[in-house]
């Protein structure tokens, strides 16, 4: 009964909070899509800009382009000198940071509410205006093979995940590390970086998102204003979402100057994108295998049997194509990585044979939406979703229908979903163990 009532708080908060922020959705005629969510509890502001191209668009051979592009866009244009845009961000106290993905480039700025012209200003001349010397673009890829190092191939565990995340999705761009692979960065010149601005970075490619204590009849002008002048040009063609077909199982034995082993299992599941009706039950799966002191494989192998020292399963369903189904353990002392795996393929069995009791779903539930409330308390985790969801194809109102689509799976649903997508020939199966370095 507890899990129930929390469930009907949750849902009551959600729909009280998407009630007192409205959104706005609007296209200007250069194409540029432009979110506005209103919330007025303080006099701050979130601005994002988001680019639907990320490491997935690289063409083969230029691995850790759209990173490296990323790093150039804080290098200076016509009208901005190098390093002068952090130092506008510094003196007026704002926070500045981007990042690149396999399937988007989203670049932002946190600030007090009254510095929005400035802030659009700026990201709107470097939609148009960018400055990419010879000079600058091979100052930054020794800065990016020195990133990769220092967080890769310096580090044994992440050198076995790239491994290993390479056979996950083989055949498409989820394949290549994002940073990309450091025989590629070296052979990269600063023409294809020009070619890649000019053909990504156009409005029509791009969404706004401002968050914060504004209103549709301030902002709009301002961002027509500014964005608004930005010529228009073709977005370039992007494949549709899709689910790949079952790739078969793929095993490997990663030896690494690791001193603790770790079992990996990953499978290839639908998203949301590509399969919103089963988003939500293998979010629910997930929740009872990992979510939290009470879940499965806490209770059973942690705690219970003492057969694994940490396990955990994570569900990453918010991508253009292929999501993971993600299950990995370190094994307890003297256990080995195979009796590891039978553990854990046993608890998916079961899963898979005998649906998840009500007590579970309603524990579960209460879990998933509070961690979504939580998250959704910032400025900056709603200014996300927006962007995320808008870039991914995704329709953003689906977000205020999170609790109702999240209370409609069934037991029976999270029993099917075991029972579709975490097969074998869905399955990668990694060892990483103590060896040499290879």
């Given at each position: ?124 001349d470097r939609m148009h205006n960018l400055t990419i010397s010879d000079e600058d673009f ?94 228009a040009a073709s977005a370039p063609v992007r494949l549709t979402p899709r689910l790949a ?124 939406l509070s961690g979504r409330v939580f998250g959704m308390d910032s400025l900056f985790g ?57």
């Amino acid at each position: 009964m507890r899990y129930l009532l929390l469930i009907c708080l949750l849902c009551a908060g959600w729909a009280s909070a998407a009630e007192q922020s409205p959104t706005h959705d609007f296209t200007l005629d250069n194409g540029l899509r432009v979110l506005l969510r209103e919330d007025h509890r303080a006099p701050v502001a979130v601005l994002m800009v988001w680019y639907k191209v990320g490491s997935y668009d690289e063409a083969p051979g230029q691995t850790g382009l759209a990173h490296l592009l990323e790093h150039m866009m804080f290098r200076g244009t016509e009208k901005v000198a190098p390093g002068d845009f952090s130092r506008m961000m510094a003196r007026f106290g704002a926070e500045e940071n981007a990042f690149t993905s396999y399937d988007y480039t989203a670049y932002f700025e946190k600030f007090e509410v009254s510095r929005l012209p400035l802030m659009l200003e700026l990201e709107a001349d470097r939609m148009h205006n960018l400055t990419i010397s010879d000079e600058d673009f091979f100052r930054e890829r020794d800065v990016v093979m020195e990133e990769r190092r220092q967080r890769t191939d310096d580090n044994p565990s992440a050198i076995a995940q790239e491994k290993l995340a390479a056979l996950t999705r083989p055949g498409s761009g989820y394949a290549s590390p994002v940073i990309g692979w450091r025989e590629e960065l070296l052979q990269l010149q600063p023409d294809q970086a020009r070619n890649w601005y000019k053909k990504w970075y156009v409005p029509a490619n791009a969404t706004v998102v401002i968050a914060g204590d504004i209103s549709r009849d301030e902002v709009e002008p301002l961002v027509r204003k500014y964005f608004g002048a930005v010529p228009a040009a073709s977005a370039p063609v992007r494949l549709t979402p899709r689910l790949a077909a079952a790739p078969g199982e793929r095993r490997a034995v990663i030896e690494v100057p690791v001193e603790v082993p770790s079992l990996y299992m990953a499978y290839n599941v639908p998203t949301l994108a590509t399969h919103p009706e089963d988003f939500y039950a293998l979010t629910m799966l997930s929740g009872v295998l990992d979510g939290g002191y009470s879940a499965r494989i806490e209770t059973k192998l942690v705690r219970g049997k003492k057969i694994v020292a940490g396990a955990g399963a994570g569900y990453d369903g918010v991508s253009r194509g292929d999501g993971l189904f993600v299950l990995s353990a370190t094994p307890a002392d003297g256990v080995s990585l195979q009796t590891v795996e039978a553990a854990l393929q046993k608890e998916l069995d079961a899963l898979a044979s005998t649906p998840p009791s009500q007590q579970e779903m309603a524990r579960v539930r209460a879990g998933v939406l509070s961690g979504r409330v939580f998250g959704m308390d910032s400025l900056f985790g709603q200014a996300m979703e927006l962007g995320q969801m808008v870039t991914l194809g995704i329709d953003w109102k689906m977000a205020d229908a999170y609790a109702e689509n999240l209370a409609k799976v069934t037991p029976e649903d999270v029993q099917r979903v075991a029972q579709q997508w975490l097969v074998p020939q869905r399955r990668t199966v990694g060892f990483i163990q103590k060896g040499a370095q290879q």
